[in-house]
């Protein structure tokens, strides 16, 4: 093979854990990121086998995974709501945290992913592609067709209103300088 070009499969699944992210930041803790990550591998790979070769496959990747997020998002908003009992299986296992740790560390995931899904969307997505994705912001905007000073701007309007949102309620040691 005369192409080093690395797999789609490698690609996705090397960055498994950033996009398994954003579906979360999209969707909250009780997403099912397994068969969303499902989905979006299929409409990459579908795009792939149609001969779709992005400058910047990761970046592509990324938009791929946050559109099924959303059109998840929207399709749940549109279903009733019925109450369900399920584990909390996204709060990593610590060796032995005592619960009161364990207790603080589930609220302060549960606050960032709650101020996370209230930015708007394309604050949101700059966001997560900037920080679960590691891309810089050449390609954020050449992946979302915006002039690089968008996606900066984008970038800095959700970290003040994320620090604004989840500074006031960090306990106040942490806001002393």
């Known amino acids: 093979?005369?192409?080093?070009?690395p797999s789609l499969s490698d690609l996705f699944q090397s960055h498994r854990q950033g996009l398994a992210g954003a579906v979360r930041s999209v969707l909250g803790?009780?997403?099912?990121?397994?068969?969303?990550?499902?989905?979006?591998f299929?409409?990459?790979?579908?795009?792939?086998?149609?001969?779709?070769?992005?400058?910047?496959?990761?970046?592509?990747?990324?938009v791929v995974t946050w559109n099924v997020a959303k059109d998840a998002?929207?399709?749940?908003?549109r279903r009733p709501r019925h109450e369900t009992l399920h584990?909390?299986?996204?709060v990593a296992p610590t060796a032995h945290p005592s619960p009161t740790h364990a207790l603080e560390q589930r609220e302060a995931?549960?606050?960032a992913q709650?101020?996370?899904h209230r930015l708007a969307d394309a604050e949101q997505q700059v966001f997560l592609l900037r920080t679960?994705?590691?891309?810089?912001?050449?390609?954020?905007?050449?992946q979302l067709a915006i002039p690089v000073g968008t996606a900066k701007t984008r970038m800095r309007s959700a970290l003040q209103k994320l620090r604004q949102t989840l500074g006031a309620q960090q306990p106040t040691a942490r806001n002393q300088r």
């Open 1 to 5: 093979m005369a192409d080093a070009e």
């Open 29 to 40: 803790g009780s997403a099912d990121v397994t068969e969303l990550l499902q989905d979006a």
């Open 42 to 62: 299929l409409r990459c790979w579908r795009g792939w086998q149609q001969g779709t070769r992005p400058r910047d496959p990761v970046a592509w990747m990324f």
């Open 73 to 77: 998002r929207r399709a749940h908003q």
């Open 87 to 90: 584990e909390d299986s996204n």
């Open 109 to 111: 995931l549960a606050r």
């Open 114 to 116: 709650a101020a996370i």
């Open 132 to 142: 679960a994705g590691e891309l810089s912001f050449d390609a954020i905007a050449a």
